[in-house]
Structures are given as structure tokens and as C-alpha cells.
């Protein structure tokens, strides 16, 4: 199983869980599993026509990945940490 | 020029004269309203070497053209004066409700002169302003005050009400100003200047109504632009979380300042002190400005503990990490406290917060001690000791009275090269972010008109990629850390940022549009034909004002620079051994603003942007 973790904002659509475990073995898979089983987090992670947010960041156990590398081959125990980059004034 | 009252009302607070100033047509199109127009009343009416503590000094409130139309983040308000806390050019926004009430009763903007003998408050109601006694409200704080004058009032009669705590009272270098209990334009010490005016307080009444020249197309564009608002990813998340939300998510990307800015990684202290803990635990409900379809202020309540907090206002993101991280804080209930504390005591908390983490360096250090601090310690993330030397800043006791002077002025006092303790830039703090993480934002840092300062400018949300505004050449796609090409980027997002501060709109609210639709806002609201470049251009004849200001006040090339802790990178986190390259960019910068070697705007720039009267004060 791989670990994926949310950022706060994120959680709000998961009930305030933080840590979502998925049976994936790629970053995109991951997302998408996790949308799957929490709807609302869909328009904080896409746009209308499907696009990640730019702001959506990724890092795969602590190291941030780029979007040319969501297909990255993840091992059991992996944890992806998915944080929406939005705050601050 | 409809939206305009074309009026200014003049208060001087030595002769109890009050008085209405006529403003004239170019100068409105050409410096807008807000902190613009204010530079150009300064620069008109006051001597740059004025003392800012002295009845001679002007302090401007005033609104922008916007203000009572309805459009989104049209509320704020400004204030404007030589700065008590760095010497220099200062101003501040904040958010609220007095601006669209100033504008009904028919004033774009304040401006307070001379010094009252006695506590005294501003009253306003429609065309008629007096000067009352405020010797009672003399020592109440924030809350306090603003219960006494708006508590029993209700509708329009209800006043909107500027006013100091004890901070500005006491003449705490860094006092804030508060409209209400949750809005504040806190930084560079406009409180302070109400304090040595000792004036409490302003209160307004408006009942009249705000027509722009084009009703129907201002209408359609309030509600195209509402809804562009409410749509907005970054409005939205803004909406759901705060600003605070920044601290849950920033520490892996190298942007929270922790222990004074030493340290590159906060790990969870700075969760633990976050959007989601104060969400889940504490909120009772968002709250909005006026005419705000965002709604990202927070209202918290702490039940129980040692921390107990009544329903109020929470705390931002600047204020919860420069409570919190900065200070190795992480006791959200003791943050959440020392927030309300600041909202009463009506003092920045960026600066209190800075001064606060210098001096717990310098007691680590050894530079100070216990009998420095009356036998107390201060020590890092010690929730007691931080309580004790907010209370001594405000009320200037023992070291708080060194630190109540800002700490470009405390790091003098104290000495034994303690300046390399400090983080700030021009005498004004930093706020919390990292000129490491954002490269973009340390230029901006070292360039900004009041010293440190994020809201100058829209590169934070610009290098974060929050948005772009292509039609002006910020096409977005921006890395942090890379100091390549960000001399444009803070050059442009400058001139965007006069623009927010002139037409006094929110930024956050402006994130979700575009600078077309603030041309088309400004045309119906005034009547006036902008097009893009003309009002681009008045963003950057406002920049070069300021700059000219700050010349004529002392500010050189030398002055044009990051402090040594924020050029000192990283040993750990995500900006690791990330340091900006100040030296590139500010030759370049230097070349798209048009300043020479000593950091004057140059005389053939002024010449272009009208800008005569100070190039003749200038050369």
C-alpha cells in the first residue's frame, strides 16, 4: 500500500483524515485513486477541463516531483505528500 | 470623475481648524486615490524632513475610487505619513468598512495635521466633522474603544470606526491602526503618529450613495467580476481556510520563517500551528469586509485552558507565524491568545513579533540576561516569556522599551553586533517570507517603498503561481528559487501593486482578475478613458513618487539590500543553500525602473511619467 498524505486544505474533503492509503503504484495512479474515493477533493486538485492545478505540489517521500514525473514507479511504503500551495498575506 | 467627491477633509488638531480641500482632475487621474494620491499630497504639502513624531507631520486615510461601489475588495482603506518606525515614506492598507463610509459621506480621504494638548477622536457624520474630547477612551484597548463608540448603533447610522490601543498610545514605534476589531493597517506606525497627535479615534456616518459615471456597465461588471471572484481556485481555498493556511503548507517549500529566520525547516511546529488545527479545534465562523465575495478573515474561540480567547477575530498568517515559528512557538491556543492581544494592544505583529525573536537571539547568545529583563528569561518557545515581553513592548518597561523602537534601533542600542540578529530592510521587518525560497520576493524586499514588505507588489502570489497577468508581460511559470528574469518580474508586479494601493483594491480579490478588468472598473467608476497603458503608467509614476520621497528622506542605492540573516543560506528544508542573487538583480532592476547609481529616479524618467515638481526637488 502507498501512503498518501494531505495538506490541510485537502483534508477538509476527506473528513480531516490525513493519511489516505491506496493500492497504486504510480503518483497519477494515487490521485486518482484517492479522488475516486473522495469526490470533493476533485476541485481542489483539477480545473474544469481536467488539468492539475499548477498549485497542486507533489512530493514523493519528501523529495518534490515534477509533473513529467508522475508516472515514477512507487514502492510499498512510498508516501506521497500532496499539498495544495495556496495561503499566505 | 464621478466616484470622486473631488474632496478632502483637512483637520488640523493645533487650531481645531477643519476645512475642505478642493482636489483637481489631473491629479486624481494621474495619482489615483489611496497611497498614491497620498504620496502626491505629501510631496505637496509637507517637508520630507518633517519629524514624524511632531504636530507637523500629515497622516492620510484615505479611500480609493472604488470604494462604496460594490466591487469586489473595493473596502480598504490606506493611511499614509513619514514613517515614526524607519524615517522613510510609510503607509499601510487594511481591510473593513471605513472607506465605502467615508466616500457616502463625501470625502476621499483624511488628512490630520498638528497635534491635540488632550486625548481627542475625529467625528464625522456626513458633511459635518467636529473634534470631540476622548479623554475616557484614553487607555482602552482596541475592543474596548470600538464597543464604546459603535457598540449600541445599528444600520446606517452605525459608525465605522478608526482608532489606537495602548501601543499608539505609548508611542510604540510599530503601532498599527484598527478599523474594527479585525482590520488593521499595522505596519510602519501609523498608530504611532495618532498617539503623538493624541488622537484615539475617527468615526464616520455616511449615508449618501457612491454613483459611478457608468451605472448599468458598473453594475454588469460588479457581477461579472463577483463571480469571476467566487470561482477563483485561490479565492475559494482563501475562503475555506484563511490565510493561515500558508503555515500547513509552506514549510516544505522553504517559506516559513522559524527562529528568526535561522532555520530553513519548521517541521510540524508549523502545522501545529496552522490553517487545519485552527479550522478543526477553534473556528466559529469566516468573516468578510465589506463588499468581499472571498471572506478569508477567521472568528476563533478557546474554551478552555490556560489560553482562553472570546469569540473574536482570528489570527492571519503573519500573525500566527511570527507568534508561532518565528519565536519556536508551537501552542496554537497561546498563539491564538497572543493574536487577540495584539488586535487590542493595536501593534504590528509582524514587527512585535520580530522584535520579540531578536531579542530572544540575543539572550541566547548572551548578549543579554536575566538582569536585563528584570530577572525574567527569554527563552525560544517559551509561551510565558513571550506573553511578559509583548506586555513590556506595549507599555515600555525594562528591555520592551528598547525593543518598543523597532530593532534597527534596539540592535543600536544593544550593540556588540547584535544588527546581524535583525531582518529587516529601510528599518521596516521583514514579513514571513523568505527572500531564500522566492528569490523574486528578496529583490522585492530590498526595493519596496517602506522597507520590507509583501503587499508592495504582487510577487508572492506571482512566483507562487496563485496567478499571471499576461496582458502585461507576467506570463506566470515563475521557479522560486531562481533569480534569473525576476528583476521584470518585481519591476512589473510593482507597478501592479501601486495600482491595488491607488485604486485601493484588494489583492487577493484582484488575483482572480485581470489588469483589463481593472481598466474597465476604474472607467466606469470614474468616467475617466483609461486604457491599460495609461494606467499601468500611473503605477509606476506612484512607485517613482514614493522612491523620490525616500530620496529626498535620505534612502540611497546603499539602502537597496537584504539584511545578512536572509543572505546567509540554509543548512536544511526545501530553500537549502538557496541564496538570491541580489547583485544580478538589482543591476538589472535598477535598469527597468530607471534609477541611476545613487538610486535616484533618473531626471528623464521623471520628465516622462509628469513627474517635475520632484525632479525639480530632486536635481
Known amino acids: 500500500m502507498i501512503k498518501v498524505r494531505l495538506s490541510s486544505l485537502l483534508r477538509q474533503a476527506t473528513g480531516w483524515q490525513e493519511i489516505v492509503e491506496v493500492d497504486a503504484r504510480t503518483p497519477e495512479a494515487s490521485l486518482r485513486s484517492i479522488e475516486a474515493r473522495f469526490p470533493g477533493l476533485r476541485r481542489w486538485m483539477y480545473d474544469k477541463e481536467g488539468k492539475m492545478w499548477d498549485r497542486l505540489q507533489l512530493f514523493l517521500n519528501g523529495k518534490r516531483i515534477g509533473r513529467d514525473e508522475l508516472s515514477t514507479p512507487m514502492q510499498e511504503g512510498d508516501e506521497l ?9 | 470623475m464621478p466616484t470622486y467627491t473631488a474632496k478632502i477633509l483637512e483637520i488640523d488638531l493645533s487650531s481645531g481648524n477643519i476645512a475642505a480641500a478642493e482636489l483637481d482632475e489631473d491629479t486624481v487621474r494621474r495619482f489615483i486615490g489611496g497611497s498614491g494620491l497620498a504620496a502626491k499630497l505629501f510631496l505637496d504639502r509637507v517637508s520630507p524632513d518633517v519629524d514624524p513624531l511632531s504636530p507637523e507631520n500629515v497622516l492620510f486615510f484615505m479611500a480609493g475610487p472604488l470604494a462604496g ?24 492598507t487594511g481591510g473593513g468598512n ?7 459621506a463625501g470625502y476621499d480621504g483624511i488628512a490630520v495635521r498638528g497635534a491635540s494638548d488632550r486625548p481627542v477622536m475625529i467625528a464625522i457624520e456626513d458633511d459635518k466633522a467636529e473634534i470631540r474630547d476622548a479623554s475616557t477612551l484614553w487607555g482602552k484597548d482596541v475592543y474596548e474603544t470600538i464597543d464604546l463608540l459603535a457598540g449600541g448603533a445599528q444600520g446606517k447610522k452605525k459608525p465605522k470606526i478608526l482608532c489606537i490601543g495602548p501601543a499608539g498610545e505609548n508611542l ?3 503601532a498599527a491602526i484598527a478599523n474594527g476589531k479585525d482590520a488593521f493597517a499595522a505596519r510602519t506606525g501609523g498608530g504611532t503618529v495618532m498617539g503623538a497627535k493624541k488622537l484615539k479615534a475617527i468615526s464616520v456616518v455616511g449615508t449618501g450613495k457612491v454613483e459611478g459615471a457608468f451605472p448599468d456597465e458598473l453594475k454588469a461588471l460588479r457581477k461579472e467580476t463577483t463571480k469571476k471572484v467566487s470561482e477563483n481556485i485561490i479565492a475559494q481555498s482563501l475562503g475555506a481556510m484563511g490565510t493561515i493556511m500558508a503555515l500547513d503548507v509552506s514549510g516544505p517549500l522553504g517559506d516559513i520563517p522559524t527562529k528568526n529566520y535561522s532555520l530553513g525547516d519548521p517541521g510540524e511546529m508549523a502545522v501545529k500551528v496552522g490553517g487545519g488545527v485552527m479550522t478543526q479545534r477553534y473556528l466559529t465562523r469566516p468573516e468578510a469586509c465589506e463588499a468581499c465575495p472571498i471572506g478569508c478573515k477567521r472568528v476563533v474561540k478557546v474554551d478552555e485552558g490556560p489560553y482562553r480567547v472570546e469569540e473574536g477575530p482570528g489570527p492571519e498568517y503573519e500573525t500566527a507565524t511570527a507568534f508561532g515559528p518565528l519565536l519556536m512557538n508551537d501552542n496554537m491556543p497561546a498563539v491564538l491568545k497572543l493574536s487577540e492581544k495584539v488586535n487590542r494592544y493595536g501593534v504590528d505583529s509582524i514587527s512585535c513579533g520580530a522584535a520579540i525573536a531578536y531579542a530572544m537571539e540575543c539572550f541566547e547568545k548572551g548578549l543579554i540576561s536575566t538582569a536585563d529583563l528584570d530577572g525574567d528569561s527569554l527563552r525560544w518557545g517559551n509561551v510565558d516569556d513571550i506573553f511578559a515581553m509583548l506586555d513590556k513592548i506595549v507599555f515600555r518597561k525594562g528591555l520592551g522599551d528598547v525593543l518598543a523602537e523597532g530593532t534597527r534601533a534596539a540592535a543600536k542600542k544593544i550593540g556588540k553586533h547584535s544588527e546581524d540578529f535583525t531582518c529587516e530592510v529601510k528599518g521596516l521587518d521583514s514579513p514571513m517570507h523568505d527572500g531564500r525560497a522566492l528569490h523574486g520576493m528578496g529583490l522585492a524586499y530590498a526595493m519596496s517603498n517602506r522597507g520590507a ?9 506571482l512566483e507562487s503561481n496563485w496567478c499571471a497577468y499576461p496582458e502585461v508581460g507576467l506570463n506566470g511559470g515563475y521557479v522560486g528559487m531562481e533569480s534569473e528574469g525576476k528583476a521584470e518580474v518585481v519591476f512589473k508586479s510593482e507597478n501592479l501593486g501601486m495600482l491595488t494601493n491607488a485604486c485601493v483594491i484588494c489583492q487577493f480579490n484582484f488575483l482572480a482578475l485581470s489588469v483589463t478588468d481593472l481598466v474597465d472598473m476604474m472607467r466606469f467608476a470614474t468616467g475617466f478613458d483609461y486604457d491599460l497603458d495609461e494606467l499601468v503608467a500611473c503605477g509606476e509614476r506612484i512607485w517613482m513618487l514614493k522612491r523620490g520621497l525616500n530620496n529626498l528622506m535620505g534612502v540611497t542605492a546603499a539602502d537597496d539590500r537584504l539584511p545578512k540573516r536572509m543572505m546567509t543560506p540554509f543548512k536544511e528544508g526545501g530553500a537549502a543553500g538557496s541564496i538570491p542573487d541580489m547583485e544580478k538583480m538589482l543591476k538589472e532592476y ?7 547609481a545613487q538610486g535616484r529616479p533618473t531626471k528623464e524618467r521623471l520628465d516622462a511619467l509628469g513627474l517635475t515638481r520632484l525632479a525639480e526637488k530632486l536635481y
Open chain 2, 69 to 92: 461601489t460594490g466591487l469586489p475588495g473595493s473596502s480598504r482603506f490606506t493611511m499614509s505619513c513619514k514613517s515614526p518606525l524607519t524615517g522613510i515614506w510609510g503607509e499601510g
Open chain 1, 81 to 89: 505528500y500532496v499539498l495544495l500551495n495556496i495561503g499566505g498575506g
Open chain 2, 590 to 596: 535598477y535598469a527597468f525602473r530607471g534609477l541611476d
Open chain 2, 453 to 461: 514588505c509583501h503587499l508592495q507588489h504582487l510577487d508572492l502570489a
Open chain 2, 98 to 104: 471605513f472607506a465605502p463610509a467615508l466616500k457616502r
Open chain 2, 172 to 174: 510604540v514605534k510599530f
